[in-house]
């Protein structure tokens, strides 16, 4: 069985298709089926999709997908509740809902918790022996299923991990307190963290599944990320993933070339979206949001590490997530096509294909 693996193409890093076609991955991120379950959509929630999110994924979000030109599923969970007490996200999927989708995807293995949104989860201590005995459980209930899927790009692990800075609201402190840092053996105790950390969920998913690809952690670029941190996960991972969210797309490439060289990994921009609020029930400035997203696909993707683009941007537009990005959903709440989005994704997504075209013939000249 042929798995997705990495590569280069014209000295270009990229995801290789199991058939070993150069593949750039545009993906969208944060599916989830909450907003059809109001009492206005049930109806056709209980009619439509037979009341089962595998109808929904197959029929509707799966087809939406390849016809906006995406080419993978990425990160499926989206904020449920967005509070001051409890902040959390929706279930993981199960292997059946992903294969449901009918295109390349990748998955979340819920290892370690910490998560910078994640107010609520204890944190581990990754020291001890219950941390690995729980790599190993998160490892076989998930990869054993989805060893011998070729739409299975590869796993990430949490969600922007605190690892110096705390959750979004300070209820929970960072893994590694950030003051050490400065002391003489900082870096090096902090390095052997992550190591110890990164080792254990390596280890764990290669008992079971010894050929996809381990995406890693999805890192907050625009929070502190120390250097040593990222060291330390490359011998155990095969792609840098980074959330970057800067609307300054000359400091996201810089970041990107930056975690390409400090760690020898290719990087995927696993998170990304232009924060424009006009964009309120699909209206102005549609042409301006297409052209704004255009031009970070088009200068992050000239990046030589970078193997993919994540869009923020949602499938259904979810009422409880930050006003800055509230209106940025391909769908509305009513489940109709919200025009700026998908129009200004499925143009920069075409656009891609026609770049990734030409990178291939310069390559077999």
Known sequence: MKHFRVGTCSSHAFFLTPEGAPFFSMGL??????????????AEWRGRYRNTRLVWLSEQVGP???????????????LCLGGF??????????????????????????????????????????????????????????????????LCVGYFYADGPI??????????????????????????????????????????????????????DRYDANCPLPDV??????PFVDVISLQDFDRAVSAICGRIAHVGQVTGRPVLLADAIMGMRPLVDGNAPAAAYAAAWLN????????????????????????????????LGCRNASNQVVPAMVDAFTAANADTVVWRQTIERKADS
């Open 29 to 42: 991120n944060h599916i989830d089926h909450a907003p059809l379950l109001s009492p206005v959509n049930l």
């Open 64 to 78: 939406d997908l390849r016809a906006w030109g995406f080419n993978t599923v990425g990160l499926t969970q989206e």
């Open 85 to 150: 007490e409890i902040t959390t996200h929706t279930a993981y999927y199960r292997p059946e809902e992903y294969r449901a989708l009918g295109m390349p995807y990748c998955c979340s293995l819920p290892f370690c918790e910490v998560h910078q949104w994640d107010e609520n989860s204890p944190m581990p201590n990754i020291q001890g022996d219950e941390f690995a005995e729980w790599c190993d459980y998160v490892a076989r209930t998930h990869c054993v299923e989805l060893a011998d899927d070729p």
């Open 163 to 216: 690892w110096v800075h705390p959750s979004r609201n300070k209820k929970r402190p960072p893994m590694f307190d950030p003051t050490r840092l400065a002391q003489e053996d900082g870096p090096a105790a902090l390095h052997e963290l992550a190591t110890r950390y990164y080792r254990l969920m390596h280890d764990a998913i290669r008992r079971y599944d010894p050929h996809h690809l381990i995406l890693g």
């Open 229 to 234: 941190v990222l060291r330390a996960a490359a």
């Open 296 to 327: 970070l696909v088009r200068a992050t993707r000239a990046e030589p590490a970078c193997v993919g683009i994540h869009a923020c941007g949602s499938y259904l537009r979810n009422h409880v997530r930050y006003e800055r990005w509230r209106h």
